[in-house]
T-cell receptor, first 113, second 112 residues
Framework: AQSVTQLGSHVSVSEGALVLLRCNYSSSVPPYLFWYVQYPNQGLQLLLK??????LVKGINGFEAEFKKSETSFHLTKPSAHMSDAAEYFCAVTNTGFQKLVFGTGTRLLVSP | DAGVIQSPRHEVTEMGQEVTLRCKPISGHNSLFWYRQTMMRGLELLIY????????DSGMPEDRFSAKMPNASFSTLKIQPSEPRDSAVYFC??????????FGPGTRLTVT
């Protein structure tokens, strides 16, 4: 069965600092991987996805993630944090043949001035 | 496109009452998902439909929960009778491109 592990339920950074949110996955077949963001009192919004091809994936709002098969990781990064990035971030995995996603437990990003 | 539409946005009801949550997916999407989010349990998939047919309802917690999708543009999640532990935010999501899901704004349910 597929699963994802997000290390750290909370990550705090200063405005302008590097953002790194960690996600490791487990899948018996080549995975499709996703990052979603949830702002307060809103639904989840797709940030970026990896399916096949280029392992460095760029998403909205300056975020990117790199698929590393050898490390079974799909960490999310942004070079310079902005106050508006404060939100909860979810990593998710699926595999071919199934529509449903398996979500991680989420990481809350706190950005201080 | 208006995105996924959910109603009501907030629902407060008393224990034992029937609750019906509604969802209108994005036009052209052929899959629909119902999730529940709580602080304790995080985000849980309750049920999902493909082409209006329920595919996997293994996440539905009890027989008190039921979901229908009578057509491609409408789905309901019903709780009867409701209990305080059902208090949560319920999200509907629709999927078009393989594995992409677009979430609605959610319905915040409070059962007193």
């Amino acid at each position: 069965a597929q699963s994802v592990t997000q290390l750290g339920s909370h990550v705090s950074v200063s405005e302008g600092a590097l953002v790194l949110l960690r996600c490791n996955y487990s899948s018996s077949v080549p995975p499709y991987l996703f990052w979603y963001v949830q702002y307060p009192n809103q639904g989840l919004q797709l940030l970026l996805k990896y399916t096949t091809g280029a392992t460095l994936v760029k998403g909205i709002n300056g975020f990117e993630a790199e698929f590393k098969k050898s490390e079974t990781s799909f960490h999310l990064t942004k070079p310079s944090a902005h106050m508006s990035d404060a939100a909860e971030y979810f990593c998710a995995v699926t595999n071919t043949g199934f529509q449903k996603l398996v979500f991680g437990t989420g990481t809350r990003l706190l950005v201080s001035p | 496109d208006a995105g996924v539409i959910q109603s009501p946005r907030h629902e407060v009801t008393e224990m034992g009452q029937e609750v019906t949550l509604r969802c209108k997916p994005i036009s052209g999407h052929n899959s629909l998902f119902w999730y529940r989010q709580t602080m304790m349990r995080g985000l849980e998939l309750l049920i999902y439909f493909n082409n209006n047919v329920p595919i996997d309802d293994s996440g539905m917690p009890e027989d008190r929960f039921s979901a229908k999708m009578p057509n491609a543009s409408f789905s309901t999640l019903k709780i009867q009778p409701s209990e305080p532990r059902d208090s949560a935010v319920y999200f509907c999501a629709s999927g078009g491109q393989p594995y992409e899901q677009y979430f609605g704004p959610g319905t915040r349910l409070t059962v007193t």
